[in-house]
């Protein structure tokens, strides 16, 4: 199981800004897809229960999920965005739903 806290210093070494709301969203996605890897199947249902954790609507979780993204291919740190494996060759990122995944992987594994 991976640690809240290895996950937040993760997402700030990826430029996610701890004060905003796709930070608390993208942790939470990132721990419950942990716990249980059917939610990368159904990213759908994972964030609609980020929402429901959050109090907030599944398409704002989504939205803030994006943005959180984002920032991280804007602004974070390119060896942790090259260890989450290939992108989009049309983006050039992964899709949010992709990057909960490979970002799982890389903090099961990262010593």
Same mark, same amino acid.
């Given at each position: 199981m991976i640690e809240e806290r290895k996950i937040s210093e993760t997402l700030l070494r990826l430029s996610?800004? /701890?004060?905003n709301y796709g930070f608390k969203y993208l942790k939470l996605a990132v721990?419950? =897809?942990d716990v249980d890897e059917n939610y990368l199947h159904s990213v759908m249902r994972l964030y609609a229960d980020v929402a429901r954790e959050c109090g907030t609507t599944p398409q704002k979780?989504?939205?803030?999920?994006r943005y /959180?993204?984002?920032q991280a291919y804007m602004y974070g740190?390119?060896?942790i965005i090259? =260890?989450?494996g290939e992108t989009d060759p049309d983006t050039g990122k992964l899709a949010a739903g992709r990057f909960i995944g490979a970002l799982c992987e890389?903090?099961?594994y990262e010593s």
């Open positions: 996610v800004p /701890a004060n721990m419950l =897809a979780a989504e939205k803030g999920i /959180a993204v984002e740190d390119i060896k090259e =260890a989450l890389y903090l099961k």
